[in-house]
């Protein structure tokens, strides 16, 4: 009997997995997820879902690998060898603030493999977020940023931004507006440097 033709408006199965392992995972995290629901949420049965992920550790780094694959990509896009520090900036804020909108699930899954060490994608996500923050870093400091202040503001916008997307209704309220454009043009375009203290002399030894 013929193997049923896919549609080319069906999305293939490892990408229906993938979105629903992403859903699933972001909001119960690794070992509140099994894989029948995963495959069910998909529209499969789990003895399927095997037959591309044979474990759910598997499953859940592709997910992971797969978020990380697609924001590197949108770095790499924003990049153009003609921008301004104002332009690549934007650009930059725009591509990550639309994948966060996005793609929440992601967001979840890499806040809680971050700050948890026992999870499986722990060491993927910190080895990912360290080469990220380097793409970014030098994507900035190529335009024209501090080169002793991008890494230190990048990591304030990006976990910011993090925290305030993967923690959802709790995040929106804390935040209440979203100021990362803002808060990127003040740290990396224009940041003000205080003037360093001068060092109070020691104090003199008491006779």
Same mark, same amino acid.
């Not at 790499?76 to 996005?102: C, E, K, N």
């Given at each position: 009997?013929?193997r049923?033709?896919?549609?080319?408006?069906?999305?293939?199965?490892?990408d229906? #997995?993938?979105?629903a392992? %992403?859903?699933?995972f972001?909001a119960a995290?690794?070992?509140?997820?099994?894989?029948?629901d995963?495959?069910a949420?998909?529209g499969?049965?789990?003895p399927?879902?095997? +037959?591309?992920?044979?474990?759910?550790e @598997?499953? +859940?780094l592709?997910?992971?690998?797969r978020?990380?694959?697609?924001?590197?990509?949108? @770095?790499?896009?924003? @990049?153009?060898? $003609?921008?301004?520090?104002?332009d690549?900036?934007?650009?930059?804020?725009?591509?990550?603030?639309?994948? *966060?909108?996005r793609r929440?699930?992601? #967001?979840?899954?890499?806040?809680?493999?971050?700050?948890?060490?026992? $999870?499986?994608g722990?060491?993927l996500t910190s %080895? %990912? #977020?360290?080469? #990220?923050?380097?793409?970014?870093e030098?994507?900035?400091v190529?335009? =024209?940023?501090?080169?002793?202040l991008?890494? =230190?503001?990048?990591l304030?916008?990006?976990?910011?931004?993090l925290?305030?997307?993967?923690?959802g209704?709790?995040?929106?309220?804390?935040?209440?507006?979203d100021h990362?454009?803002?808060?990127?043009?003040?740290l990396?375009? *224009?940041?003000?440097?205080?003037?360093?203290?001068p060092?109070?002399?020691?104090?003199?030894?008491?006779?």
């Amino acid at each position: 009997m013929a193997r049923p033709t896919r549609s080319e408006n069906e999305t293939p199965t490892t990408d229906r #997995l993938l979105d629903a392992a %992403e859903r699933l995972f972001g909001a119960a995290g690794f070992h509140g997820v099994a894989l029948a629901d995963v495959a069910a949420n998909a529209g499969i049965r789990r003895p399927s879902l095997l +037959y591309h992920f044979e474990t759910k550790e @598997v499953l +859940y780094l592709a997910v992971l690998e797969r978020g990380f694959r697609e924001i590197r990509g949108l @770095v790499m896009a924003s @990049v153009r060898l $003609d921008d301004t520090l104002d332009d690549r900036v934007d650009r930059l804020v725009d591509q990550l603030v639309d994948f *966060a909108a996005r793609r929440r699930g992601v #967001l979840e899954m890499v806040l809680r493999a971050l700050v948890t060490r026992d $999870d499986p994608g722990h060491a993927l996500t910190s %080895e %990912e #977020l360290a080469g #990220l923050i380097g793409a970014l870093e030098m994507a900035v400091v190529s335009a =024209g940023a501090s080169p002793s202040l991008a890494r =230190g503001a990048l990591l304030q916008i990006v976990s910011a931004h993090l925290v305030r997307t993967a923690a959802g209704e709790v995040g929106e309220r804390l935040w209440r507006e979203d100021h990362t454009r803002e808060l990127a043009h003040r740290l990396l375009v *224009a940041p003000e440097v205080p003037a360093t203290a001068p060092t109070p002399a020691p104090a003199k030894p008491k006779r």
